[in-house]
């Protein structure tokens, strides 16, 4: 979303000038030439962060600040609260910093009124803990055994690439490595000279020349970078795709996860524009043990560490 609104966007981080860690820092955005601020997806802020726009609200009478979210969707990876209901105690925490609320009913994003009586009742069903997840998303999408789509939704990253990797094999006949017009999402934050590449910006392949790639129109990089830190956009993660609308055709990947829960669910069927447009893939989910799941957010750890 950020970058979809170039200079008049920016993440929560940079606007408050928060780095990776306490000691490190970014540059500001500068706010000073706007007199409206617009916190979207709120829900996705920590309670540090909720506490920071409470602040900044304080400090800035003369500016108009509004918020947007929904508990319904995806939830902060920070934790809220272990002692209190999530949605409620959230609910409050944003009430503390904007008193005045309104609560929209209808969603704007489907085309047709038969999808959003359909979304409706789906949104019932799917927050019905008494309803398994598997009988509500047969009652109301099709299953397929098939890759048929060019746009996808994943909950793991490592399906994310290897389903891009496959759409390009298999849909599209793709023999070369990359090639001119095709997307790439970063995966990674880093720098080369003075420009800056953040996780989740798209960037467009403008040239391709022997060893170098050539993005959006004037940015070479080696290919070895490239396959470091970009992967294809024909799958993205339910995470980096919350607030963003397709009118094409998706599958969803990875619903069957241990780990997916019905906000996921939730936002991700949400991303369409026409209900008739998403199908859910097929197949069996492998059983992960907890111990195996510790090693593996262990091992994420001690590589973020490392960077």
């Not at 795709?241 to 998706?250: A, E, N, T, V, Y």
């Not at 969803?252 to 447009?277: C, E």
Request: hydrophobic share 30%; proline share 2%; net charge positive.
């Amino acid at each position: 979303l950020a970058s979809n609104y170039g200079g008049s966007g920016c993440t929560i981080n940079r606007f408050f000038s928060i780095g990776m860690t306490e000691e490190s820092k970014m540059a500001r955005f500068d706010d000073a030439p706007y007199d409206t601020v617009v916190f979207d997806e709120i829900f996705f802020s920590s309670v540090r962060k909720l506490a920071r726009i409470k602040k900044y609200c304080a400090e800035h009478p003369e500016k108009l600040i509004i918020a947007t979210g929904d508990t319904n969707q995806l939830e902060c990876i920070d934790c809220i609260t272990n002692q209190h209901d999530y949605d409620e105690y959230y609910n409050k925490c944003v009430d503390l910093i904007f008193p005045d609320s309104m609560y929209f009913k209808e969603n704007k994003r489907l085309k047709s009124k038969r999808d959003k009586d359909t979304l409706r009742q789906f949104k019932r069903d799917i927050f019905d803990e008494t309803i398994p997840v598997e009988t509500t998303i047969k009652k109301y999408f099709k299953l397929t055994k098939d890759l048929k789509t060019k746009y996808n939704v994943a909950y793991k990253n490592a399906t994310c690439e290897r389903i891009s990797q496959r759409v390009r094999s298999e849909l599209l006949q793709k023999q070369e490595e990359y090639a001119v017009g095709e997307v790439l999402v970063c995966r990674s934050y880093f720098k080369i000279k003075k420009h800056v590449f953040n996780v989740n910006y798209e960037y467009i392949i403008t040239a391709v020349e022997g060893t170098t790639l050539v993005l959006n129109g004037d940015l070479v990089l080696p290919l070895e970078t490239v396959r470091k830190n970009f992967i294809h956009n024909y799958c993205r993660t339910c995470h980096s795709f919350q607030g963003s609308s397709l009118d094409q055709k998706l599958t969803i990947f990875d619903w069957r996860f241990k780990r997916v829960n019905r906000k996921w669910l939730y936002t991700s069927i949400t991303r369409a524009t026409m209900l008739k447009n998403v199908l859910f893939y097929d197949y069996e989910e492998t059983e992960e043990t907890d111990e195996a799941a510790r090693q593996y957010f262990k091992r994420k750890v001690d590589r973020y560490k490392q960077q």
